[in-house]
Antibody, heavy 123, light 106 residues
Framework: QVQLHESGPGLVKPSQTLSLTCTVSGGSINSGNYQWDWIRQPAGKGLEWIGRIHKGGSTTYNPSLKSRVTMSIDTSKNHFSLDLRTVTAADTAVYYC???????????????WGQGSLVTVTS | IQMTQSPSSLSASVGDRVTITCRASQHISMYLNWYQQKVGKAPKVLIYGASSLQSGVPSRFSGSGSGTDFTLTISSLQPEDFATYYCQQSYSTPWTFGQGTKVEIK
């Protein structure tokens, strides 16, 4: 059973960088044709896709955040990471990591999720 | 691509048939997924490709539609189904979600 677990600081000061890591267990991040994603959810609100990274390192970011986001992957440690720069209070949210799979080759879906990590931007 | 769900919330009783709709701002073929989210938990996929049931999901959940209009149906609502439901398009990045439909106990 694949499991994902987010880790990182729960508090970040405005203008600083939010950094999170997602550790994958129960399977290799380097196997299969998966994308590894970050999604966030402000309290009481909906879901916003941040971006994804493939095992080979190729990335796709949401244009709304692209100028501030960097994702990386470390297959030797079986984890991937998110950096979000120059944060403001609007970046306060629960951040989820998720695995993305294409069951029939074209229709991508998030099939495994982490439990979520609350990050609060506050001075 | 903007995804719009209706209603935003609904009240229903155990045993009721419940239908949630999702409309895309442009054609997305059948690249539409449905998720269930309970309070304090991560979303869980129910339906992918508009109508394919994810392994392990009860058969009372079904999805239909193509193009721009989609529905999620719960044939007989169970106590564990009270949650918020989200649609998500996987036609083109950036992936986008509907605003959610909260299903509450009547």
């Amino acid at each position: 059973q694949v499991q994902l677990h987010e880790s990182g600081p729960g508090l970040v000061k405005p203008s600083q960088t939010l950094s999170l890591t997602c550790t994958v267990s129960g399977g290799s991040i380097n196997s299969g044709n998966y994308q590894w994603d970050w999604i966030r959810q402000p309290a009481g609100k909906g879901l916003e896709w941040i971006g994804r990274i493939h095992k080979g390192g190729s990335t796709t970011y949401n244009p709304s955040l692209k100028s501030r986001v960097t994702m990386s992957i470390d297959t030797s440690k079986n984890h991937f990471s998110l950096d979000l720069r120059t944060v403001t209070a609007a970046d306060t949210a629960v951040y989820y990591c998720a695995r993305e799979v294409a069951p029939t080759g074209l229709d991508w879906v998030f099939d495994y999720w982490g439990q979520g990590s609350l990050v609060t931007v506050t001075s | 691509i903007q995804m719009t769900q209706s209603p935003s919330s609904l009240s229903a009783s155990v045993g009721d048939r419940v239908t949630i709709t999702c409309r895309a701002s442009q054609h997305i073929s059948m690249y539409l997924n449905w998720y269930q989210q309970k309070v304090g938990k991560a979303p869980k996929v129910l339906i992918y490709g508009a109508s394919s049931l994810q392994s392990g999901v009860p058969s009372r959940f079904s999805g239909s539609g193509s193009g721009t209009d989609f529905t999620l149906t719960i044939s007989s609502l169970q106590p564990e189904d009270f949650a918020t439901y989200y649609c998500q398009q996987s036609y083109s990045t950036p992936w986008t979600f509907g605003q959610g439909t909260k299903v509450e106990i009547k």
